[in-house]
């Protein structure tokens, strides 16, 4: 377990952390403390973000895995490479609220 630091450097971006969610877009940041349910989903078409991880353990090795899949992953999938990068998925996909 971890805690995360993430900064939109482009694009717009939904979050939750815990039952509180927030919409965030360039120049923004949030921080995810570990051992509390968090999610977030891209919003606009592109999008960059700097994640901090604190300490590493296999999130980076995560990160990595998703961005080199050619496909979108199934929820089997995804909860296998979770699972390979000891984390596990504790609740449904996050949906944008308009």
């Given at each position: 377990?971890?805690?995360?630091?993430?900064?939109?450097?482009?694009?717009?971006?939904?979050?939750?952390?815990?039952?509180?969610?927030?919409?965030?877009?360039?120049?923004?940041?949030?921080?995810?403390?570990?051992?509390?349910?968090?999610?977030?989903?891209?919003?606009?078409?592109?999008?960059?973000?700097?994640?901090?991880?604190?300490p590493a353990g296999k999130l980076e090795?995560?990160?990595?895995?998703?961005?080199?899949?050619?496909?979108?992953?199934?929820p089997k999938e995804m909860e296998k490479?979770?699972?390979?990068?000891?984390?596990?998925?504790?609740?449904?996909?996050?949906?944008?609220?308009?």
């Amino acid at each position: 377990m971890q805690d995360e630091i993430f900064y939109v450097i482009e694009g717009s971006y939904y979050f939750q952390v815990g039952d509180v969610k927030f919409s965030l877009s360039k120049g923004d940041s949030i921080f995810l403390p570990r051992k509390v349910p968090h999610a977030w989903t891209q919003e606009s078409e592109k999008g960059k973000m700097t994640v901090i991880m604190q300490p590493a353990g296999k999130l980076e090795n995560f990160f990595v895995t998703v961005a080199a899949l050619d496909h979108e992953p199934t929820p089997k999938e995804m909860e296998k490479i979770f699972a390979d990068n000891d984390m596990q998925i504790v609740g449904p996909p996050l949906k944008i609220q308009n």
